[in-house]
């Protein structure tokens, strides 16, 4: 996919590629309707396929909607371009900078007024995340988003329920 693509019928445009890791890319999209911007996670789709990270983490972003600062949902699903590649798609909120983006503008130091704030929030939301058992498995400084003055935490593909 890349830069002033539409996508999901039209409703979504791509309008800069964010990141990629090992189960997908991240972009910037904007909703063409309302003209926000939002953030959409998109995973190549495997012919045979067992296991979807995206639906796997589209589920946990449910569980713990309302209960701890995770992303909003906006869209999960499939999408096939022009060319007849299918992908799947979560679109969700645009969130702020990662901690490690701030740190890396702040010379990578912050002060304890901001390591305090950050802490705080942080166990607050992996308590959260433990009593619904679930384990994140992936907390580094860019799955930890902060929106505002809320700390958000993000990247929930490499999760693991305990049942």
Same mark, same amino acid.
């Given at each position: 996919?890349?830069?002033?693509?539409?996508?999901?019928?039209?409703?979504?445009? $791509?309008? *800069?590629?964010? /990141?990629?890791? +090992?189960?997908?890319? !991240?972009?910037? =999209?904007?909703?063409? @309707? #309302?003209? &926000?911007?939002?953030?959409?996670?998109?995973?190549?789709?495997?012919?045979?396929?067992?296991?979807?990270?995206?639906?796997?983490?589209?589920?946990? $972003?449910? *569980?713990?909607? /309302?209960?701890? +600062?995770?992303?909003? !949902?906006?869209? =999960?699903?499939?999408? @096939? #371009?022009? &060319?007849?590649?299918?992908?799947?798609?979560?679109?969700?909120?645009?969130?702020?900078?990662?901690?490690?983006?701030?740190?890396?503008?702040?010379?990578?130091?912050?002060?304890?007024?901001?390591?305090?704030?950050?802490?705080?929030?942080?166990?607050?939301?992996? @308590?959260?995340?433990?009593?619904?058992?679930?384990?994140?498995?992936?907390?580094?400084?860019?799955?930890?988003?902060?929106?505002?003055?809320?700390?958000?935490?993000?990247?929930?593909?490499?999760?693991?329920?305990?049942?």
């Amino acid at each position: 996919m890349e830069e002033g693509q539409d996508i999901l019928d039209n409703r979504y445009k $791509i309008v *800069k590629k964010l /990141g990629g890791g +090992a189960f997908g890319e !991240l972009y910037k =999209v904007e909703k063409k @309707k #309302t003209g &926000d911007y939002l953030a959409a996670k998109v995973e190549k789709a495997v012919k045979n396929q067992k296991h979807i990270m995206l639906f796997w983490e589209s589920k946990l $972003i449910h *569980k713990l909607r /309302g209960k701890t +600062a995770v992303p909003n !949902l906006h869209f =999960v699903g499939d999408e @096939k #371009t022009e &060319d007849g590649k299918m992908y799947h798609v979560m679109v969700m909120d645009l969130l702020g900078k990662s901690m490690e983006d701030l740190f890396q503008e702040c010379r990578r130091k912050f002060d304890l007024k901001t390591v305090l704030h950050i802490a705080v929030q942080m166990i607050q939301r992996i @308590k959260v995340v433990h009593e619904e058992r679930i384990i994140h498995r992936d907390i580094k400084p860019e799955n930890i988003l902060l929106d505002g003055d809320t700390v958000k935490l993000a990247d929930l593909g490499s999760c693991r329920g305990l049942y």
